[in-house]
């Protein structure tokens, strides 16, 4: 069930901080992301589409995102790829609008990888809606501006006196009407207008966003039609399994490669040399075979010496011993100080101290990563289940020495992303392999390849302080974050911005940070950094509150203080900065409304509320979650309330709910039952024995708020994250008095009988 | 060595060795790419498929196992009234995020309905803990369950 709270506490005369920082964190992020670039890649194109053969000759293409059929049938280009965030149906959505098109005269196509056309195409940072949101609007906007003028000008009156109406323009002096279909041919030859004056629709005029429309390829999906990178077919395909060392980075010495060859229906066996980067192709053994199942015996079959590396030194209980060490001391570099905290414990009424910790977790998406690459006459086709084709066309081209211009590639409907497939060394290997191989080749990975060749969320190390005054106020927060990285470069999604939350509201704080060494692969997981920090800082918070003897929610309504916005520390990054203490307190009172939070006392024994905020990929968000603990130790979640603040608009609320809930509940998964252990430089964890994705038997139901802010949209794939863990944490302290410091949960650590 | 086997009403017959589980054998010889691969151990339920009507994971299954019974897959489950009635209910619910799994948690429901036609949420809890949803979409895979089997669903997911 989703609901919509109208916040009253919005209003603000124009011009305040708040209004500014919107509207400028918007336009900023448009910039960056090539959002100009998608505006002048719109100018609408005269052309017939037959040209490209992919459509009837009597379609108009519009503009580059645009197409009508003279049966009044839009094509519309969905430009990112869908990895489940639905993106294909709510880009589209947005264009549709403005368009005034009818949903039901509405088809949608993928577009490939084409920058020039489309702007910047990735699925990453729930960065879709705010990078999108205008821009697409003007792109429908000019299409119906230009449909309007055609009408016009073929009644000869002024285009002031027409209107518009799903998929028609009408004239309502004269009665008369034109449908789209009709028009389109002379629309494409009208002027572009001028993108930055179009008239948009006002929210009430909307007809298709805000409504809850179902994803585009739901009746394929249901009736199993083959979407996915894994279900790419290209005649003379053959299929490839690819070893790479178990060793992260480790090289090939020798392979029986000779014998492999000689193994029933395996048509190549090769040894790839790969570079140091562990982001690009690597050493290993490829098998190229007539079924991925003769590739895969084949591969039980091979025996390879590896020289392993340094890496095979590391391993998550050396991780651990180090950070015990190195938090013992100061921290190596300091990331913000303000303040005195020395000063501050000194006079403190009550100081705190804690380590907090959490792994290595894996991506696990339940595709298994894979690409079918085409190489022919220096040139090299793709399909791929990617998030960022563009950087995976780079490597592709640069490793193979090729020009960019010479990679194409299609855009799979993709199988689960969560950052992992932001990465594409599954593409450079496809590309790779298929070139060597001097066929179509599908390239797909097992589970245990996925799992054990990950770029895994760092794992990080937390030695936190905090001091009480007399009244129970946070006077004083110091954080020493142990994490990985190399002289001055912290590794992949391991870092800390100076501004992470509560800095800013407390009067003495103290930031600093140490690095380790580290071999292993770390990158983006959905929410990066935020996903551990707001479990750290959170629960730690929590414990404060407690220490205080105050109600959590009250604590933290305390510190975010009155309604401001915290300008973002130098340093910042974009996920992480102008936090707004006014939507934060929105949302907290809202979901302590809805989950009933006064009333927790009432709750049996073993059951309890807690509560968590966290504000992330430009989101808000606060959540209460109802855990129970058996006597055995067992923790389950009886039910999340969740309040998110995106701003003004949900385009499309069955998606928004669904994406939320989805957050949610990825986030209990991950902290009950997820971590990838290093020992010997190797992931010891290979499949879903040893690594848990939660299953339905442990979902509770996941009530859905949206407080609708005056603010541009923004996105929903990942700020619903961070804030479960700790209220998982938090629900289980309340539960039992026992403080989850490290994840995931240990019920051992929890059993009472 | 031949086998035939009856997919979705029809015999078909291949030529593989005895071992290829029949999850490859339906993708990769048989052009049925609607069952999927997601742990090659049976731990995900993305390759399900129902086999003499029983939902199994068709990953672990030698095609030489598979003798006389009956193979329906996500392509052939529209023609029961049940995989119908649960292929209508996903949509009419908008249960999918990526979809992925979704084509092994329908034969897993279809199953389901077709022996219990009125499921409690325990009965929903045993039959499709074995089909992993990495996107989590479980509160809409339940009402779309209940929404299927004609009971009222107070869950999270439906309007």
């Known amino acids: 069930m989703t609901m919509f709270a109208r916040s009253t506490s919005a209003r603000a005369p124009a011009g305040t901080p708040r209004m500014t920082f919107s509207r400028r964190t918007i336009l900023k992020a448009s910039a960056a992301a090539g959002g100009g670039l998608l505006l002048h890649a719109t100018l609408p194109v005269v052309a017939r589409a037959a040209a490209s053969g992919l459509v009837s000759p009597a379609d108009v293409t519009l503009n580059a995102f645009v197409r009508i059929a003279p049966d009044g049938i839009v094509t519309i280009m969905a430009k990112n790829p869908e990895i489940g965030q639905g993106v294909k149906t709510m880009l589209p959505m947005v264009i549709a609008e403005e368009l005034d098109a009818d949903w039901k005269d509405v088809r949608i196509e993928q577009a490939d990888l084409d920058a020039a056309k489309y702007g910047r195409q990735f699925a990453g940072g729930s960065t879709a809606t705010p990078l999108n949101w205008d821009p697409l609007r003007r792109v429908g906007a000019a299409g119906r501006a230009m449909l309007v003028a055609a009408a016009a000008e073929a009644w000869g009156v002024a285009p002031a006196e027409c209107s518009t109406a799903s998929g028609v323009v009408l004239h309502p002096p004269s009665g008369r009407k034109l449908g789209y279909g009709a028009l389109a041919g002379k629309a494409a030859m009208m002027r572009v207008p001028d993108l930055k004056t179009l008239r948009l629709k006002t929210p009430k005029e909307f007809k298709i966003v805000g409504r809850p429309i179902p994803g585009v390829d739901s009746p ?6 083959p979407l996915f990178g894994i279900d790419v077919a290209v005649p003379g395909m053959l299929y490839a ?18 014998a492999i060859k000689a193994l029933p229906g395996v048509r190549h066996a090769f040894v790839v040399k790969g570079g140091s980067d562990l982001r690009g192709l690597l050493d ?29 030194a590391e391993s998550s209980a050396g991780f651990a011993r180090d950070a015990a060490r190195l938090g013992k001391g100061s921290p190596a570099q300091s990331l913000r100080r303000d303040g005195d905290v020395t000063a501050a414990y000194a006079q403190a009424a009550r ?6 910790s959490y792994p290595f977790i894996p991506h696990i998406p339940l595709e298994p990563q894979n690409c079918t690459a085409h190489f022919r006459e220096g040139k090299v086709e793709i399909w791929a289940p990617t ?9 592709v081209a640069s490793t193979l020495g090729m020009a960019q211009g010479d990679v194409t590639v299609h855009m799979t409907r993709v199988g689960g992303g969560f950052g992992r497939r932001l990465r594409n060394d599954y593409m450079v290997e496809a590309a790779w392999i298929a070139k060597a191989a001097g066929a179509p080749v599908k390239l797909l990975w097992t589970r245990q390849d996925d799992m054990q060749h990950d770029f895994y969320r760092p794992a990080g190390f937390h030695f936190l302080k905090g001091a009480l005054d007399g009244r129970g106020k946070l006077v004083a927060l110091s954080d020493h974050f142990v994490t990985f990285g190399h002289g001055d470069t912290v590794a992949d999604s391991a870092t800390m911005s100076p501004g992470e939350f509560p800095a800013g509201l407390v009067d003495n704080l103290d930031y600093g940070m140490s690095l380790l060494p580290l071999g292993v692969p770390t990158g983006p997981l959905r929410a990066p950094r935020s996903n551990a920090l707001a479990f750290v800082f959170q629960s730690f918070l929590d414990e404060l509150a407690h220490a205080a003897g105050k109600d959590p929610l009250e604590f933290h309504l305390a510190l975010l203080g009155e309604g401001r916005v915290l300008p973002s520390s130098p340093g910042a990054r974009a996920p992480q900065r102008d936090l707004d203490t006014e939507r934060m307190r929105g949302v907290l009172e809202l979901v302590a409304e809805k989950s009933g939070w006064a009333k927790r006392q009432a709750l049996p024994k073993g059951t309890g509320l807690g509560i968590a905020s966290y504000f992330s990929h430009l989101g808000y968000f606060a959540e209460v979650v109802q855990a129970t603990v058996a006597p055995s130790g067992a923790v389950k979640a009886d039910k999340v309330w969740i309040a998110g603040d995106v701003g003004s608009q949900i385009i499309n609320p069955s998606n928004a709910e669904n994406q939320v809930q989805g957050a949610a509940l990825d986030g209990i998964g991950a902290a009950l039952g997820q971590a990838i252990t290093i020992d010997r430089g ?72 | 060595m031949p086998y035939t086997i009856l997919v979705n009403g029809t015999k078909r017959s291949v030529d593989v060795d005895g071992d290829m589980p029949l999850l490859w054998v339906l993708r990769d010889v048989l052009e049925l790419k609607g069952s999927k691969f997601g742990c090659g151990v049976g731990l995900c339920g993305a390759c399900t498929v129902h086999l003499g009507g029983e939902a199994v994971r068709s990953c672990s299954i030698p095609i030489s196992s598979v003798g006389a019974a009956a ?33 092994g948690q329908i034969m897993s429901a279809a199953a389901l309905l077709t022996k219990t036609a009125r499921p409690t949420d325990g009965d929903i809890d045993q039959a499709m803990a074995g089909n992993i949803c990495r996107c989590c979409t479980y509160s809409r895979i339940r009402a779309a369950i209940k929404k299927a089997a004609g009971l009222r669903t107070a869950d999270a997911g439906v309007r």
């Open chain 2, 71 to 103: 193979v329906t897959t996500i392509e052939g489950i529209a023609a029961t009234p049940v995989g119908a009635k649960v292929q209508a209910a996903w949509l009419d619910v908008d249960v999918m995020q990526c979809g992925y799994c979704q084509a």
């Open chain 1, 351 to 356: 100081v705190l101290e804690a380590a907090y």
């Open chain 1, 387 to 395: 998030q960022d084709p563009g950087s995976g066309a780079a490597l």
């Open chain 1, 241 to 258: 399994v690819f070893e790479k060392c178990p060793v992260f980075g480790g090289k090939v010495v020798s392979a029986n490669t000779d």
């Open chain 1, 220 to 225: 394929l999906i249901v009736a199993g039609k």
């Open chain 1, 284 to 312: 290993g053994v490829a098998i190229v075979a007539e079924s991925w199942w003769a590739a895969s015996k084949a591969r039980e079959k091979l025996k390879i010496s590896w020289d392993e590396g340094p890496t095979a």
């Open chain 1, 682 to 753: 190797r992931a010891v964890e290979a499949n879903f024995d040893t690594v848990f994705p939660l299953r339905i038997n442990q979902a509770p139901p996941v009530e859905v708020h949206f407080r609708i802010s005056d603010h541009s949209p923004t996105g929903l794939g990942e700020p619903a994250l961070p804030p479960v863990v700790p209220a998982l944490c938090n629900a289980v302290f309340a539960a039992t008095g026992k403080r989850i410091r490290k994840l995931p949960i240990d019920p051992a650590e929890l059993k009472s009988a």
